[in-house]
C-alpha cells in the first residue's frame, strides 16, 4: 500500500492522463511463446508422452538410458520439477520408445534397445517413486533393437531399428498384450520407425526411414506390401500419427536426408493411395526435413496438423514448429504458422499436443520446449490477409 501522499498523486495523475486517452476500447494482447526447459545433461534425449490422467510427463534420455519423470502445473501445463530415473540393466541399455497403455490405464510402454526387451511400467504416483516393472517381454530370435513402442488395440508393437545379427534383415515386432508369447515378427525395409493403424481399414502402416517406404500390413491375413515414397515427393518417412474426423487416416513426414528436406508430407485414408502435401513459405517451409508429426485439430482452429522440421539431418532445414490447416476437401495446405525453435542445431525430434500447449523434444541439447498462447489459440494467431500479401519489400532502409 503506498502512503497516502502517493495515493492522492496517483489519483491526480490518473485523471490527468483521462482527459487525453483516446476513445478506443483498450484490447489485451495476444502472444506466443515457446519456452525451452534444461533436462539433465545427456547427448540423446529422444521420446516424450504424457501418463493419461496424470499430470506427469515422460521423456526419454538414450545415450545414458535414463527415464525423466516430469511434473506439469496442473492449470497451466508448465513443467515445474522432475526427477530422473535409470532404466534397464545399466547405462547402455539404450532407453527409446514411451508409449501410454490404454489396456493397462496409468500404465506405460518403454523399449530398451540395447537390451532388445520391451517394457510395461508402472510409473508411479508421486515424482520421487521409481518406476516399477510390471511386464517384461524379450524380443525373439531374429529380431533386434526396438525403438519406438506402440500399443494398438490388444497388441504392442514396436520398430527394430537394427539389423538381425541372424539374418541381417530388419523387423516390425508384435506381441499380445494378453499373451505376450503369442509374437509375430514381420520381415521389413531398412529400418522401421512409427507404427500407426488406419481407422477405417485398420490396417497398419509404418514408416521406414532409410529404404523411403511405408510398410503395410493386415494382421488378419499376415499380408504385408511396399508403398514407395516417390523420389519427386521427398525422402524418409519417419514420423507417422493417426487422426479422426475430417483428416481421417495415418499423415507421415518426409525428413529429407544431408542435402536438407523437402518441406512435404502425406496421407493416406481408407483408399490406401498416398496423397502428398506440400509447405509453400520459403527459409522455414519449403527445405523443412519434418521429422514428427501430431494432429493440431481443435474445436477452435478446426482441423490441423503440427510438424516438426529438424536440423538432425541437415543444417539446410530448421528447427521448427508449423502448423498447417487445409482447404475442405483435404487436398492441399491453405495456412502455414511458423514457429522458430529458438535454439537451432538442436535437432528438433518428437512432438506432443496436451490439453492446450504443446511440448517438443530436442535430441541435441537436452531440452523440452513448450508453446502457450494467451488471448489466442493454436490457428487464430496469423490473420488470414498476412498470408496472403505477395508484395516483395525493395527498398534497403
Ligand atoms: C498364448 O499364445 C501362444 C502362442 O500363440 C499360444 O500357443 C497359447 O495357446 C496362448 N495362450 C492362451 C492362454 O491363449
Ligand atoms: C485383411 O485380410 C482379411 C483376411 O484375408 C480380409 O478379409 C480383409 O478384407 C483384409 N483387410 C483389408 C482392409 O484389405
Ligand atoms: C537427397 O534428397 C534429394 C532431394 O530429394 C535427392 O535429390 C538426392 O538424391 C538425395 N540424396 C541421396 C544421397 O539420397
Redesign the pocket.
Known amino acids: 500500500m503506498l502512503p497516502p501522499i502517493f495515493q492522492s498523486l496517483v489519483v491526480v495523475l490518473a485523471l490527468c492522463a483521462g482527459t487525453s486517452v483516446s476513445q478506443e476500447p483498450v484490447t489485451s494482447l495476444v502472444s506466443r511463446r515457446l519456452t525451452e526447459y534444461l533436462l539433465p545433461v545427456a547427448t540423446q534425449t529422444h521420446e516424450l508422452a504424457r501418463v493419461p490422467g496424470s499430470n506427469f510427463l515422460l521423456v526419454s534420455q538414450m545415450s545414458n538410458s535414463q527415464l525423466i519423470k516430469i511434473e506439469l502445473d496442473p492449470a497451466s501445463e508448465e513443467p515445474v520439477a522432475y526427477q530422473s530415473f535409470p532404466m534397464g540393466e545399466n547405462s547402455q541399455s539404450g532407453l527409446h520408445g514411451v508409449w501410454p497403455s490404454a489396456r493397462f490405464p496409468g500404465m506405460m510402454w518403454l523399449s530398451l534397445q540395447s537390451e532388445n526387451r520391451l517394457l510395461l511400467v508402472n510409473p508411479g504416483q508421486d515424482i520421487s517413486t521409481a518406476p516399477s516393472i510390471i511386464t517384461t517381454i524379450d524380443i525373439p530370435e531374429p529380431g533386434k533393437g526396438p525403438h519406438c513402442v506402440f500399443e494398438i488395440g490388444n497388441r504392442v508393437w514396436a520398430g527394430l531399428k537394427e539389423a538381425s545379427e541372424q539374418t541381417g534383415e530388419y523387423y516390425v515386432f508384435s506381441a499380445d498384450v494378453d499373451n505376450t508369447t503369442d509374437t509375430v515378427l514381420y520381415p521389413c525395409l531398412n529400418s522401421p520407425v512409427f507404427i500407426q493403424e488406419e481407422p477405417t481399414t485398420r490396417l497398419i502402416y509404418v514408416t521406414q526411414d532409410t529404404a523411403s517406404s511405408i510398410m503395410r500390413i493386415n494382421i488378419t491375413s499376415g499380408e504385408t506390401a511396399q508403398l514407395p515414397i516417390p523420389?519427386e515427393a521427398?525422402?524418409t518417412p519417419v514420423g507417422m500419427t493417426t487422426a479422426s474426423g475430417p483428416l481421417s487416416g495415418v499423415w507421415f513426414s518426409l525428413a529429407?536426408?544431408?542435402?536438407?528436406g523437402?518441406g512435404s508430407f502425406g496421407h493416406i485414408g481408407s483408399t490406401g493411395e498416398l496423397q502428398f502435401f506440400q509447405l509453400e513459405k520459403p527459409l522455414l517451409g519449403t527445405n523443412a526435413g519434418l521429422l514428427h508429426i501430431a494432429d493440431a485439430s481443435t474445436a477452435e482452429g478446426g482441423p490441423a496438423l503440427w510438424l516438426l522440421s529438424t536440423t538432425l539431418l541437415s543444417t539446410n532445414s530448421a528447427d521448427a514448429l508449423i502448423r498447417v490447416t487445409f482447404d475442405d476437401d483435404i487436398t492441399s495446405v491453405t495456412g502455414e504458422e511458423y514457429i522458430s525453435i529458438p535454439t537451432q542445431n538442436a535437432w528438433a525430434h518428437r512432438i506432443i499436443t496436451l490439453d492446450a500447449t504443446v511440448m517438443l523434444t530436442e535430441l541435441n541439447t537436452f531440452t523440452l520446449a513448450q508453446l502457450s498462447y494467451s488471448n489466442t489459440v493454436a490457428g487464430r494467431w496469423l490473420p488470414a490477409q498476412a498470408l496472403t500479401d505477395p508484395t516483395i519489400y525493395d527498398q534497403e532502409g
Request: charged fraction near 10%; proline fraction near 11%.
Open positions: 523420389p521427398g525422402n529429407g536426408n544431408d542435402t536438407g523437402s
